[in-house]
């Protein structure tokens, strides 16, 4: 069943668990990650990041996604992850997005409030749902120029009242893009950002979480892990070693069956750290 973000998240920021959302790159890991959702009846959420859509169109995306999350049995949404520009988070809520992130942290204050806005009352046409971010998570391997900026709870508070999204990313300690599960979280941040604002919550960089943390975050008010690297990990050391077991074979329907089966292991054990 397709679904935006809104139909549950608010009440999941009550309970004691979380989606992750998955940064999905193809049919391979998103039929992975539903077969996953499915054998334990959670949500997914598909993402795309600038990465995947550099590679396939949006428009081919919402194409094979689509389909996809409307035959699942559990709600399946299509996430557009960080669109740094307002013309990009419109064309995926017209290509048929149903949830989007627009990620003006590299903004001031005030225009991040404005062009989040903006966003937001776009999406209220179609049924979307808005991530805003607040703060900024930088990344482990590259992108210099994202820099870690941890997110201020007075300016949560304020951001989450005047744009008017859904969910918010916040920044307390995760890096993008971490393959050492070494993240060092700031509880008393995070604290301090639920004492001023209901609004539930997002944590990106989730790969670089110990099962401990995720299994204690889940009992804030965080409702999505986005989590890319665990699964493009699964996938890509799968993939060597059919490769390197089966060098005579060239046929990638073949070299992909183990890999998606690793990607639907590492989904299903994240869904069981954060409380499904
Ligand atoms: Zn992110």
């Not at 590259?142 to 951001?159: G, H, L, Q, S």
């Not at 070299?255 to 750290?273: C, G, S, T, W």
Request: net charge neutral; proline share 4%; hydrophobic share 45%.
């Amino acid at each position: 069943m397709l679904t935006s973000l809104k139909p549950f998240i608010k009440e999941m920021a009550f309970q004691k668990k979380a989606i992750p959302g998955f940064n999905i790159f193809g049919y391979e890991d998103a039929r992975s990650v539903i077969d996953a959702a499915e054998a334990i009846g959670a949500p997914a959420i598909l993402m795309t990041n600038k990465d995947c859509i550099e590679h396939v169109p949006l428009d081919s995306l919402v194409g094979l996604l689509k389909p996809m999350a409307i035959k699942a049995k559990v709600p399946v949404c299509i996430h557009l992850d960080h669109a740094k520009s307002e013309d990009l988070a419109i064309e995926a809520i017209e290509a048929g997005y149903t949830s989007v992130m627009f990620d003006g942290s590299a903004l001031s204050f005030k225009e991040n409030v404005e062009r989040t806005a903006r966003i937001v009352d776009y999406a209220k046409r179609f049924n979307v749902s808005v991530e805003g971010e607040i703060g900024s998570v930088a990344y482990a391997d590259r992108n210099p120029e994202t820099a870690m900026i941890y997110t201020d709870p007075d300016e949560a508070c304020r951001f989450a009242k005047e744009s008017g999204v859904d969910l918010m990313a916040i920044s307390i300690g995760t890096l993008h893009r971490m393959q050492t599960r070494e993240a060092s979280i700031q509880y008393d941040r995070l604290e301090a950002i639920q004492a001023k604002t209901q609004i539930p919550l997002v944590i990106h960089g989730s790969t670089g979480i110990t099962d401990n943390d995720l299994m204690r975050l889940i009992t804030y008010r965080i409702v999505k892990f986005n989590i890319g690297t665990a699964l493009r990990m699964a996938f890509g050391k799968a993939l060597r070693e059919e490769v390197l077991a089966n060098p005579e074979e060239y046929d990638r329907l073949k070299l992909f069956k183990k890999p998606m089966e690793a990607v639907r292991h590492e989904a299903l054990a994240k869904y069981k750290r954060l409380g499904w």
